[in-house]
């Protein structure tokens, strides 16, 4: 008997008193577990902003801090520090995050070729979510972030994130508001792997770097 025959056997035991015409979603499963490992809710906002940072910068992040007034201004200047001539725009990003860059605006189109994209010099984008306790932000495709791609392929990425309206504490906590047919990204610091002697190489499969701004709106 094979490996496979045994697990299969194993698997067959197991359903032996299951009803062929029962579900998954026929039997509640508990879910008793511990959801999060620090405080969440409206009395722990400011700590759980402060966790985020935190442990973005861990990731080698750059995380910056402004209100709705000086967001514009911060993008400008993140921008100009790049040297960024171009920016890559999502439909739905507000029109006023821009307003005071100077980059030429390049639209998310599909028709866009990978070379395309990887000749703009950065991309700005809003996210579905960040979480405190692992320093992740995910971002869904929604209107303020575009297509998957477009967070992939350039080299410098910088994500918005309002706070603390889309802070959690914690990866469940995530996934209660997060759609599973959506096209999901889930990011902890700009791209990185590393090879067999943990030489660290960043930009693989992504931008080489991330800034994320935590808007306090």
């Known amino acids: 008997m094979s490996d496979r025959d045994v697990v299969l056997a194993r698997i067959r035991r197991a359903l032996v008193d299951v009803p062929r015409s029962e579900t998954p979603d ?8 511990e959801r999060a490992h620090v405080p969440d809710g409206a009395e722990a906002s ?3 902003v402060d966790l985020l940072a935190e442990n973005l910068a861990d990731y080698r992040a750059l995380v910056h ?8 201004l911060l993008l400008c200047r993140l921008l100009l520090a790049r040297g960024s001539g171009t920016v890559l725009v999502p439909p739905g990003l507000p029109p006023w995050w821009l ?10 189109r599909a028709a866009s070729t990978p070379d395309e994209l990887d ?25 303020d972030q575009g ?14 994130v ?40 960043e930009g693989v499969h992504g931008p080489r770097t991330l800034e994320v701004v935590l808007l306090t709106e």
């Open 147 to 160: 297509r998957r791609r477009i967070t992939l392929i350039p080299d410098h990425h910088i994500c918005v």
């Open 65 to 72: 801090r402004t209100d709705a007034d000086g967001l514009p």
């Open 162 to 201: 309002r706070v603390p309206e889309q802070v959690v504490a914690s990866v469940p906590r995530a996934l209660e508001r997060l759609d599973p047919t959506r096209p999901l990204t889930w990011i902890s610091g700009p791209s990185a792997t590393s090879d067999i002697e943990l030489d660290r190489v």
């Open 119 to 143: 000749a703009v010099d950065s991309v700005v984008t809003g996210c579905a979510v960040a979480i405190a306790e692992t320093g992740t932000i995910v971002l869904d495709g929604g209107p």
């Open 46 to 48: 400011e700590e759980l």
């Open 26 to 33: 026929d039997v509640p499963v508990p879910r008793e577990y």
């Open 99 to 108: 307003k005071a860059a100077d980059a030429v605006r390049i639209h998310d």
